[in-house]
């Protein structure tokens, strides 16, 4: 069952991105009077397809005007994107047929070159609106939420460690940059390559100096900072085993067994040695005045088979926001840019293959295990959102085969004043399908990697 909806989660928003896409070239052209042969969800292969408004008996029998129109609206068999065929235009299919006679007044190869700019960039900008209205939408209905940085200690894992970094620091500033957000403090320090972390410890500020030979094991480390919980307790739950033990709201658990824990992560090692047994614990007690120290005490709880006290801590610091459909327009906005800046700079960390990032490149698969388990609006429009990101993104490198190789092109003949050649633009986009396959190779064959792993 859980296949199944992440399958089905893949495939709605894969669909919905691909149909955003190609609806941007579909109306710039049909705008500028550019005929479009077909549109395509998927890939009709071989001239496969499942289904056809051109060649579906009921649609030629109940809507003869959409079977009978310019434009072949389709769904192909193989779910490897989609496409508009453009009249007059060199593009994947490599249909050099239409060339050979003298341009019509309908084809793309007719229009100056703006309109054929307009026409290439509506894929990429349709995506980049869609990914706004979507932000805009979770912003007014969820409004925000994360964990705020600007109080918050870090605990560390392994890596993190041997860096330089210790359980309490408070993160500062990535190269004098500021993030507020604690989630994404790992990932900027990727992304921007960073030389030093600036932090504060036991009071002082000192700088930690990143060595960017290990930017691959930043990547390929999760969690290099956990939020440092301390083992402060919020409350006591009714079917606890140490219910009536006497334990308080505020109560800071210093020890277990005689073994320091400086942090809640110290407490769920400690008592996961210990599952099922009674432990003595010292905890330290607030007085009723700042000034007055607290006091010890010692108690002997009880451990269930989980290795848990059945205790809540204290809440770390959330930060939320509401926002009306006023003030979530300009913050959806900001969120699409600030999410399209982080996408270039994961690209340039992929394009570096010191970093290692390449390996984390992936196909359909890693698309499906991002998608939650069970069905949430939520998470699903803000992977919406990111997905039409990266499509939009990715559309815009500068390879033939992809918008963006059409774009450099048009961009150069507005420059030059001199059109390439369709000879040319032919063996370009020749060059640009292979360096796509290798890149959907390489996609596959990490996933299939990991999956084995």
């Given at each position: ?133 979507l932000y805009i939408s979770i ?253 939009g993104v990715m559309n815009l ?57």
């Open positions: 069952m859980v296949i199944l909806i992440k399958v089905l989660q893949v495939l709605i928003a894969l669909s919905a991105l691909i149909i955003i896409h190609e609806f941007g070239h579909f109306l710039f052209a049909r705008i500028f009077g550019v005929r479009v042969e077909k549109f395509y969800l998927f890939m009709d292969a071989g001239g496969f397809r499942l289904f056809s408004t051109k060649h579906n008996k009921l649609i030629r029998k109940y809507f003869p005007r959409l079977a009978n129109a310019d434009t072949d609206f389709g769904i192909g068999w193989l779910p490897l994107g989609g496409y508009c065929k453009i009249s007059g235009m060199v593009d994947e299919s490599l249909d050099t047929a239409q060339l050979k006679g003298e341009p019509r007044q309908d084809e793309f190869r007719s229009k100056p070159a703006w309109q054929r700019l307009l026409i290439m960039s509506g894929g990429v900008l349709f995506n980049f609106i869609f990914a706004i209205i912003l007014a209905t969820w409004g925000e939420a994360y964990i705020s940085n600007r109080d918050t200690q870090i605990y560390v894992n392994e890596l993190s460690y041997d860096m330089g970094f210790r359980n309490g620091d408070r993160i500062l500033g990535i190269d004098g940059v500021y993030e507020e957000n604690f989630g994404m403090l790992q990932a900027e320090l990727a992304r921007s390559n960073a030389e030093k972390v600036s932090v504060l410890r036991d009071g002082d500020t000192l700088d930690i100096y990143i060595d960017r030979s290990r930017i691959s094991e930043i990547l390929g480390t999760p969690g290099m900072f956990d939020v440092a919980v301390p083992f402060v307790i919020d409350s006591v739950s009714a079917d606890s085993p140490n219910s009536g033990t006497g334990l308080l709201r505020g109560d800071h658990i210093v020890a277990i067994d005689g073994e320091a824990v400086e942090w809640l992560q110290d407490g769920r090692r400690v008592l996961a040695e210990h599952s099922n047994e009674a432990v003595d614990v010292l905890l330290l007690r607030p007085c009723g005045s700042a000034e007055q120290p607290a006091d010890s005490i010692c108690l002997t709880l009880q451990v269930d088979s989980l290795g848990r006290l059945g205790v809540f801590t204290r809440p770390i610091g959330f930060q939320t926001r509401d926002y009306g459909i006023l003030e979530a327009i300009p913050a959806g906005f900001k969120l699409t840019f600030s999410t399209i800046g982080g996408y270039l700079k994961d690209l340039k960390l992929v394009a570096t293959p010191s970093t290692g990032a390449y390996k984390s490149v992936g196909s359909f698969i890693s698309i499906g295990q991002v998608f939650p388990s069970s069905w949430n609006w939520y998470a699903f429009i803000n992977i919406l959102a990111l997905l039409s990101i990266m499509l490198i500068p390879i033939p085969g992809l918008d963006g190789g059409h774009i450099m092109f048009t961009i150069y003949e507005m420059i030059t004043g001199r059109k390439p050649s369709d000879r040319f633009l032919i063996v370009a986009q020749i060059i640009g399908m292979v360096l796509l396959f290798g890149l959907m190779f390489l996609a596959f064959g990490n996933d299939i990697s990991r999956l084995i792993r």
